[in-house]
Antibody
Framework: QVQLVQSGAEVKKPGASVKVSCKASGYTFTDYYMHWVRQAPGQGLEWMGWIKSDSGGTNYAQKFQGRVTMTRDTSISTTYMELSGLRSDDTAMYYC??????????????WGQGTLVAVSS | QSALTQPPSASGSPGQSVTISCTGTSSDVGDYNYVSWYQQYPGKAPKLMIYEVTKRPSGVPDRFSGSKSGNTASLTVSGLQAEDEADYYCSSYAGSDNLVFGEGTKLTVL
């Protein structure tokens, strides 16, 4: 069965960077893009971007360009999302997510459990 | 890219039907049949309920249905049940390999 397991919660100071991992299992890692979505406390879902798991190509939401970097390590079926220049409003739950199956598109069916990133001085 | 517009709240009594709207533009909802709907309980990851406007993943009850007209997509929940009380989000492909979410709607079962 498809599983996405994310790294644990992080507490960071303003201006620092955070790197969240998402380990995939149960499918051929390189067959699917991985998306990242975040949710601030009490707020809605916000799409951050995707990484193409085979080539490493990326596309970031305009809001995060210049601050986010998505990478992957195919040898361990793991995707990473690094966010730099952290501010208090980056405090959120960060999710990785994958689509339902090949032949569908632009949906997010499988989700990681989420990683809470708290930014506080 | 602006968030898609959803009503902040919706409600209905058990057994009734409720419809949640998701309004975008001709550059997202109106231009692509890639609207999805997600259900989210507090403290949990979202769950895909509808994709590609009208399709349901395996295991999603057929009480949940989706539609689209012009720049507005809709999620209808028929035969409301207590467990349907949750937050619901729409999303749409917005061109240029971008995705946009709706603001979210809190569904209350009275």
């Amino acid at each position: 069965q498809v599983q996405l397991v994310q790294s644990g919660a992080e507490v960071k100071k303003p201006g620092a960077s955070v790197k969240v991992s998402c380990k995939a299992s149960g499918y051929t890692f390189t067959d699917y893009y991985m998306h990242w979505v975040r949710q601030a406390p009490g707020q809605g879902l916000e799409w951050m971007g995707w990484i193409k798991s085979d080539s490493g190509g990326t596309n970031y939401a305009q809001k995060f360009q210049g601050r986010v970097t998505m990478t992957r390590d195919t040898s361990i079926s793991t995707t990473y999302m690094e966010l730099s220049g952290l501010r208090s409003d980056d405090t959120a739950m960060y999710y990785c997510a994958r689509k339902l199956h090949i032949g569908t598109t632009w949906n997010l069916h499988y989700w990681g459990q989420g990683t809470l990133v708290a930014v506080s001085s | 890219q602006s968030a898609l517009t959803q009503p902040p709240s919706a409600s209905g009594s058990p057994g009734q039907s409720v419809t949640i709207s998701c309004t975008g533009t001709s550059s997202d909802v109106g231009d692509y049949n890639y609207v999805s709907w997600y259900q989210q309980y507090p403290g949990k990851a979202p769950k895909l309920m509808i994709y590609e406007v009208t399709k349901r993943p395996s295991g999603v009850p057929d009480r949940f249905s989706g539609s689209k007209s012009g720049n507005t997509a809709s999620l209808t929940v028929s035969g409301l049940q207590a467990e349907d009380e949750a937050d619901y989000y729409c999303s749409s492909y917005a061109g240029s390999d971008n995705l946009v979410f709706g603001e979210g709607t809190k569904l209350t079962v009275l």
